[in-house]
């Protein structure tokens, strides 16, 4: 937590080595803090840190070269190309291909993470645009229809022949590569789709993104609700029984454009990169795509994601919806969003954090009491005190893992740790292990992705520039329109906990059609749910923040009720 007071080149490089040393999930979603001038703050006095004791790192074992099988000759189909004669030629310089990496850690006290730092970013002087958004459908904003690229042949050239370490017997198809969302300036966005292995032509079309902002969607493909989760070896998938995929077919976007596979071969892009042009990125990605796989062009169409997702799915719907009435492009058949510890609103997000602190003990009445007294979270700038008083409380919780505070934290290295996974216990060291996998040249090719020094969460944004201060005047435009909406709510969760949903849902005042109770799987209470006129919250009894990472079953029930449209069992 102390991050956020170090000029900015210096978090990268105190992020680092803490990947090494430890440690909780916060600090690896830390790695690039937002480059956004701090007003003069009184310097605090840092505590002199332990010596931490370097550990010895093993040197790696030879691996035996798989033996892959050869692939099949695929047959280049022949590409129109598009005309790009008229385009004005990019004034910008390429993307160096190596970002520079820095190689030394000064100091290892960081408790930081992506949204940690935008919320800071916001209530500070020097705030991103806070966009308080104006949702109407007489948008003054003369139509243009979105760039659309042939994509003929292009989807058996995305297929995945096998990822590395796979399990025998797999019996879906997976396809992953790009879609250019901006020709001019060389804009590409990374997916990874995988279809049902039932009856994948009747089942539902559905999106997923993680948030961030800057985080990318792979967490979920491999460490949440995807076919596979990694074995702690980093290298060797094992088969994931509560995969989402067994209900839909799903569609994982990195987003946006800086983030894992994702790039811009114009560098400034990036510093575009805010709410309002991720999801036009993204619907320009959806179009494109639907003209890849066209028997997906008419299928009923979803949005999930988690976290910081609650901006951008959202947002991504009502940009659909939009489209889908001003154009004669695809319609594309949206049917609802589902999101997971969302943040959706900033102020009631806010007090439901310090609340759910204070409520599950982990943290002193005094310094709940004085966050309170001190901060006024409708107001776009914070004060001094305020800020005291809430970086008094991220120390006061302590080394725990804030996304699920009863959950064990990552205390061993990679190697050491090395055992065959289970869909059932959730590695602590998940960070590392994902890294390790996708971070893995063969591994990016047979994902055919670009060789990439993949990360979690973006390092080449530089700043987030537009962030609305809530997001509650979508939803209830997509409620207006019909969409399905549940608001799901992992209950150990203390980072978007469910405190915070649930403030940012009561101010909506709609009326309850299904009291508060528990739902049930197995006999078992689930989670417990709450049916609003044209909104559901539901919680998900035992999961953090990445839900299907820890409840990967009752995960699954509560997606496929969604999709069903029916509330899980009241028994
Ligand atoms: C980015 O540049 C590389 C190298 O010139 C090129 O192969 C690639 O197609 C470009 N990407 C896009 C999206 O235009
Ligand atoms: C930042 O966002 C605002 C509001 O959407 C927009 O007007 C502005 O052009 C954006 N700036 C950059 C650098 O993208
Ligand atoms: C609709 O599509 C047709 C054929 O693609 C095109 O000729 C026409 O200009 C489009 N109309 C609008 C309003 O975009
Ligand atoms: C909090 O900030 C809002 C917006 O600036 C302001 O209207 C309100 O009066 C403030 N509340 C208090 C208690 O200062
Ligand atoms: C922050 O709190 C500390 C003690 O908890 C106090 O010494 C310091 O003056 C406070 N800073 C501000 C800006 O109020
Ligand atoms: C790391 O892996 C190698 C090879 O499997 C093994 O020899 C070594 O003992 C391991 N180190 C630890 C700390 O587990
Ligand atoms: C990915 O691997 C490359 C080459 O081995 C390395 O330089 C880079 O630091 C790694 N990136 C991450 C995020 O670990």
């Not at 806070?130 to 243009?144: G, H, P, R």
Request: charged share 20%.
């Amino acid at each position: 937590m102390l991050g956020h007071k170090y000029p900015s080149f210096v978090i990268p490089l105190l992020i680092i080595t803490l990947t090494s040393i430890s440690s909780s999930i916060i600090v690896a979603e830390a790695r690039n803090l937002l480059d956004v001038a701090l007003p003069d703050l009184p310097k605090p006095e840092i505590p002199d840190l332990p010596e931490i004791p370097k550990p010895e790192l093993p040197a790696l074992p030879e691996l035996p070269k798989p033996e892959l099988p050869s692939l099949p000759e695929i047959p280049k189909p022949e590409l129109p190309q598009p005309d790009v004669s008229d385009l004005p030629v990019s004034k910008f310089p390429t993307l160096p291909s190596d970002f520079p990496i820095p190689s030394e850690i000064p100091n290892a006290d960081i408790q930081a993470d992506k949204l940690f730092d935008l919320l800071k970013s916001k209530r500070s002087r020097n705030s991103p645009a806070l966009t308080t958004l104006t949702v109407s459908e007489e948008s003054t904003e003369e139509y243009s229809p979105v760039y659309i690229a042939p994509q003929d042949g292009l989807a058996q050239l995305d297929k995945i022949v096998a990822l590395p370490g796979q399990p025998s017997g797999v019996d879906f198809n997976q396809y992953s590569g790009y879609v250019t969302v901006n020709p001019t300036t060389g804009r590409a966005l990374f997916y990874y789709f995988v279809e049902s292995p039932t009856e994948s032509s009747t089942k539902p079309l559905v999106l997923w993104l993680n948030g961030g902002p800057g985080c990318s969607s792979m967490i979920g493909a491999m460490s949440e609700l995807g076919p596979f989760r990694i074995n702690s070896d980093g290298k060797t998938l094992f088969k994931n029984d509560f995969a989402w995929s067994n209900v839909a077919n799903m569609l994982f976007l990195e987003s946006p454009a800086g983030v894992g596979f994702s790039y811009s071969n114009t560098t400034s892009d990036y510093g575009h990169s805010g709410d309002k042009n991720t999801a036009d990125d993204a619907y320009i990605f959806l179009i494109n795509w639907l003209e890849r796989f066209p028997q997906y062009k008419t299928r009923d169409f979803y949005i999930t994601g988690e976290s910081y997702a609650g901006h951008y799915v959202p947002q991504l719907a009502y940009t659909i919806l939009l489209n889908n009435k001003k154009t004669n492009q695809t319609t594309v058949n949206m049917k609802g969003i589902a999101i997971g510890n969302a943040w959706i609103d900033d102020e009631t997000s806010n007090k439901g954090l310090y609340d759910y602190w204070w409520t599950h003990a982990i943290l002193s009445d005094a310094t709940h009491d004085a966050i309170f007294k001190y901060c006024n979270f409708s107001s776009e700038s914070s004060s001094a005190m305020c800020d005291n008083f809430t970086d008094k409380a991220w120390n006061e919780i302590g080394d725990i893992d804030v996304y699920n505070i009863y959950a064990p934290i990552c205390l061993t290295d990679l190697n050491a740790s090395a055992t065959t996974g289970s869909i059932n216990v959730f590695d602590p060291c998940w960070q590392d292990i994902l890294v390790s996998y996708l971070n893995n040249s063969a591994v990016q090719k047979a994902f055919n992705a670009k060789p990439t020094s993949w990360d979690l969460c973006s390092d080449v944004i530089p700043s987030w520039n537009d962030s609305a201060v809530t997001i509650l005047p979508i939803i209830e435009y997509l409620i207006e329109n019909g969409q399905r909406l549940w608001v799901y709510s992992g209950d150990t969760d203390a980072r978007v906990p469910i405190t915070a949903s649930r403030y940012s849902i009561n101010t909506l005042n709609l009326p309850i059609e299904t009291a508060w109770r528990p739902w049930y799987l197995n006999k078992e209470v689930g989670g417990y749910l709450e049916a609003y006129k044209g909104l559901l919250l539901i919680t998900v009894r035992g999961a953090g923040h990445t839900v299907p990472s820890y409840q990967p079953q009752r995960a699954l029930e509560l997606f496929s009720s969604f999709l069903g449209g029916k509330l899980p069992s009241s028994s």
